[in-house]
């Protein structure tokens, strides 16, 4: 039996998918779950409409992101933290720091975007990766310094 999928089926295809299955596999399992049509005309086309619609989504977000980019390239952010009588700084800048300047500048961005591999524990200037969408990305200077 031909279906067309719905949804990803490991082992089987993705979303989109005009695949050969047996007749007790589809009528037991991929068609009551939700994850495969019977590949007549009419879903085939209702799956490609879905297609088409999240195609056109992505497209809107990756454009969302690339003004975003725009926005934030070249951006500096200023932290002060409190050092101690050696010169060592107490705690450490995260995230959540970041995201909290850039509000401050009117520029909104979810801390789980900003790509930091560990805090930023010492003074000085560092270069932060910030991805808005998976084929774009910003750079941000973030200055640490002392209190």
Known sequence: MKVILTKDVEGWGTLGD?????DGFARNYLIPKGFAYPATQ??????RD???????KL???????????KKLDGVEV?????????????GSVGTADIAE???????EIDKKKIMLRSPLRNLGSYNV???????????????VQPE
């Open 18 to 22: 005009v695949i050969e299955v047996k």
């Open 42 to 47: 009419e879903y085939i086309r209702h799956v």
């Open 50 to 56: 879905i297609l088409n619609q999240k195609a056109r």
């Open 129 to 143: 990766q910030i991805k808005l969408h998976p084929e774009v990305s910003a750079t941000i200077k973030v200055h």
């Open 78 to 90: 200023e932290i002060k933290r409190p050092i101690g009588v050696t010169g060592k700084m107490y």
């Open 101 to 107: 300047k850039l509000a401050e500048k009117g520029i």
């Open 59 to 69: 497209q809107r977000e990756k454009e969302k992101a690339l003004e975003l980019a």
